[in-house]
């Protein structure tokens, strides 16, 4: 069944940079544009009903 999850890019002082709302059925794919992000470390999250996934990025 189709899940909505919120999806949020975050740099190191806790600021979002993005923020989206996307339902899924299956697989997502998606790219994000960063490129007019500061060099250095960001946190992607991913938040659901049932779990949160927070994975970290560098964008060079």
Do not use: C, K, P
């Not at 998606?30 to 470390?41: H, M």
């Amino acid at each position: 069944s189709a899940t909505d999850v919120e999806i949020s890019i975050v740099n190191m002082v806790g600021q979002v940079i993005s923020n989206e709302v996307v339902t899924v059925n299956g697989l997502y794919n998606n790219q994000f544009d960063l490129s007019n992000e500061s060099a250095g470390v960001y946190f992607i999250q991913f938040t659901t009903d049932h779990a949160v996934l927070t994975e970290r990025i560098t964008v060079e």
